[in-house]
């Protein structure tokens, strides 16, 4: 329906957000300044925030695909009340195995 309404050649509308398809408003063109920022610069860490449905995942998604040689990424994602550490969840995202007894590891069953 909506290939046919606005001459697109894939669908719109995923599972999985598409970053061709993202809009880039002065909101996210400046987040993606800062994301590029960050990454020149060296920063340690870089937080990007906003409400539900306002596009982090999707224009996180094209600043990975536009850098995706230049980059490791571990991605850390439903993260929940019950959160405590990041570092044993970064630590699984890049491949490395927890110990014994983790977070990671009983969230995982």
């Known amino acids: 329906m909506y290939e046919r309404h606005f001459r697109l050649d894939s669908k719109p509308f995923a599972m999985s957000p598409d970053p061709a398809f993202l809009y880039p408003s002065a909101q996210h063109e400046a987040a993606l300044t800062m994301l590029e920022y960050a990454l020149e610069s060296q920063a340690p860490f870089c937080v990007l925030t906003g409400e539900i449905g306002s596009g982090k995942t999707t224009l996180l998604r094209r600043f990975l695909r536009h850098h995706q040689d230049n980059l490791s990424v571990g991605l850390i994602s439903n993260t929940h009340a019950r959160f405590r550490s990041i570092h044993p969840w970064a630590a ?11 977070e990671t590891r009983n969230m995982r069953r």
Do not use: Q, Y
Request: aromatic share 10%; proline share 9%.
């Open 92 to 102: 699984t995202a890049f491949g490395l195995r927890p110990g014994e007894v983790s």
